[in-house]
């Protein structure tokens, strides 16, 4: 079958040409005409994915000048440069806006006076992209790392000026709520995520300028693994999800097509023509079921791209927004919306027939899941938070967990080895148990106004994406930390 995507497999801390520090040095942010390439761009979207991205700028003439304030004859010498003052190019058509404000240059080895400054000097930048942002207009942001002042004459380095290093993306920790890593710089464009079962690889689907499917190897400090590119023709990625045995991996496009990797190679590409919205593994083997927007529910086998069952779509449903599976695998569940109502469905696989159909509130359903066999099902909603209604005895949606629950408005997950479901909350997430006590509590230091969490079957790994952050939680014992 044809290949939509297109696989740039990323060991370690290789990088794409052209943007990691070559041998020689940075590369250049613009070509001499003011272009910036491609690659430069990639950067700038997803600085994470890149190990060691720097970028270098020049500035001469008037323009160096004006960058420069300086009394190095002064009995308290003194040299500052304002990258605010440079006119640098813009990146994909978009501004690029340079931080700090001001940075200290001091002389180099061999010092500088004034007369070497009047006899011409460029300023030589190196700035590291930290993303993209869309507050308060769209934008690209970068930092400068360094600055060295030149002599036109003898390219003699007059001032110069490093950061200090930034802290450790993972770091130890005094308390178990907290995030262990935090790797800035992940694609502010990111749509959903998945952890793996065992909790070592995080998938990512992003949209925007470069859709792609991002495969992070988080089982120490988190890197990039491999990354799959889509043609933006494609509708971007919308979805992705692991097989609940952790062999492959999905993308679902927005444009109907439902693409199968190797989750740990990145190998072994299939598409299948699907349209959908989201998609949803079946434990315990490897059935993906996707959903769209006419009322459809394709389960889909990855193993060859055949379908093991398919509910058509139906003028009398509306779109699937939400899919849930149980954890053994045998019934999963829709909520899909039409003019009137909400409604969640469940569905035995097996005997390919629909056991429930629960009203909820309309338009006010953040999330569904379902508990290890199916018979409870939990709905996250805007106003009333968590609720839990029985599928077997018909018994209707009603609050669950007491406060904790009240604070669930966002994404759930059933966690099969905590035998609890993980809702998100203002500043972080709650997981609660089948009688609806708190068993963990995770707290976010990254001001998002929502983050993506996903956790690993077993609940004790925990990840997120959001605000152009990877943050990731791991046990904590006595002061330990996972190696």
């Known amino acids: 079958m044809r290949a939509f995507a297109i696989l740039f497999l990323l060991l370690g801390s290789a990088a794409l040409a052209g943007v990691a520090l070559a041998d020689d040095g940075p590369a250049s942010l613009a070509s001499a005409d003011g272009t910036v390439d491609d690659k430069v761009v990639a950067a700038f979207l997803s600085p994470s994915e890149l190990a060691g991205r720097i970028f270098a700028h020049v500035s001469a003439g008037d323009e160096a000048a004006f960058c420069l304030d300086s009394s190095l004859a002064a009995s308290e010498p003194s040299a500052t440069l304002y990258p605010g003052r440079v006119r640098w190019p813009r990146v994909a058509g978009l501004e690029l806006v340079v931080a700090p404000e001001a940075v200290k240059v001091?002389?180099?080895?061999?010092?500088?006076?004034?007369?070497?400054?009047?006899?011409?000097?460029?300023?030589?930048?190196?700035?590291?992209?930290?993303?993209?942002?869309?507050?308060?207009?769209?934008?690209?942001?970068?930092?400068?790392?360094?600055?060295?002042?030149?002599?036109?004459?003898?390219?003699?380095?007059?001032?110069?000026?490093?950061?200090?290093?930034?802290?450790?993306?993972?770091?130890?920790?005094?308390?178990?709520?907290?995030?262990?890593?935090?790797?800035?710089?992940?694609?502010?464009?990111?749509?959903?995520?998945?952890?793996?079962?065992?909790?070592?690889?995080?998938?990512?689907?992003?949209?925007?300028?470069?859709?792609?499917?991002?495969?992070?190897?988080?089982?120490?400090?988190?890197?990039?693994?491999?990354?799959?590119?889509?043609?933006?023709?494609?509708?971007?990625?919308?979805?992705?999800?692991?097989?609940?045995?952790?062999?492959?991996?999905?993308?679902?496009?927005?444009?109907?097509?439902?693409?199968?990797?190797?989750?740990?190679?990145?190998?072994?590409?299939?598409?299948?023509?699907?349209?959908?919205?989201?998609?949803?593994?079946?434990?315990?083997?490897?059935?993906?079921?996707?959903?769209?927007?006419?009322?459809?529910?394709?389960?889909?086998?990855?193993?060859?791209?055949?379908?093991?069952?398919?509910?058509?779509?139906?003028?009398?449903?509306?779109?699937?927004?939400?899919?849930?599976?149980?954890?053994?695998?045998?019934?999963?569940?829709?909520?899909?919306?039409?003019?009137?109502?909400?409604?969640?469905?469940?569905?035995?696989?097996r005997n390919r027939a629909m056991l429930a159909q629960i009203d909820v509130d309309p338009y006010a359903v953040a999330d569904i899941a379902l508990d290890g066999d199916g018979r409870r099902l939990f709905v996250s909603h805007a106003q009333k938070g968590l609720l839990a209604a029985g599928v077997d005895a018909k018994v209707p949606p009603a609050p669950f967990g007491k406060d904790a629950g009240r604070g669930c408005t966002g994404r759930l997950q059933w966690v099969a080895g905590a035998r609890a479901v993980m809702c998100a909350v203002k500043g972080g997430t709650v997981s609660l148990d089948e009688q609806g006590r708190v068993v963990s509590e995770r707290r976010s230091t990254v001001p998002a106004s929502e983050l993506i969490f996903a956790a690993a079957a077993s609940g004790h790994d925990l990840a997120a994406v959001g605000g152009g952050h990877l943050l990731l939680w791991r046990p904590f014992h006595k002061g330990k930390e996972k190696p």
């Open 106 to 349: 001091v002389p180099a080895a061999g010092g500088a006076t004034d007369a070497d400054l009047d006899g011409g000097f460029e300023v030589r930048w190196l700035i590291a992209p930290l993303g993209q942002r869309f507050t308060p207009s769209p934008r690209f942001e970068a930092e400068v790392v360094g600055a060295d002042v030149f002599a036109k004459r003898d390219r003699r380095v007059l001032l110069t000026w490093r950061a200090q290093p930034k802290p450790p993306v993972c770091a130890p920790r005094t308390d178990e709520d907290l995030p262990a890593c935090d790797l800035p710089g992940l694609s502010r464009e990111a749509k959903a995520a998945a952890l793996s079962p065992d909790g070592t690889l995080l998938a990512v689907a992003v949209a925007g300028l470069w859709p792609r499917l991002e495969i992070y190897d988080v089982s120490g400090e988190p890197r990039l693994a491999w990354r799959a590119l889509f043609p933006a023709r494609s509708g971007g990625v919308i979805e992705t999800s692991f097989s609940a045995d952790g062999t492959w991996v999905v993308a679902l496009t927005g444009k109907a097509r439902l693409h199968r990797f190797e989750a740990r190679t990145g190998g072994g590409h299939l598409a299948f023509p699907s349209i959908g919205r989201t998609a949803r593994a079946l434990p315990p083997g490897r059935i993906m079921a996707v959903a769209g927007d006419e009322g459809e529910v394709t389960l889909w086998r990855l193993t060859d791209g055949t379908v093991a069952w398919r509910l058509p779509a139906r003028k009398l449903r509306g779109p699937v927004d939400r899919l849930a599976a149980s954890g053994d695998g045998r019934r999963f569940a829709t909520l899909e919306y039409d003019a009137d109502h909400t409604v969640v469905r469940v569905w035995e696989v």
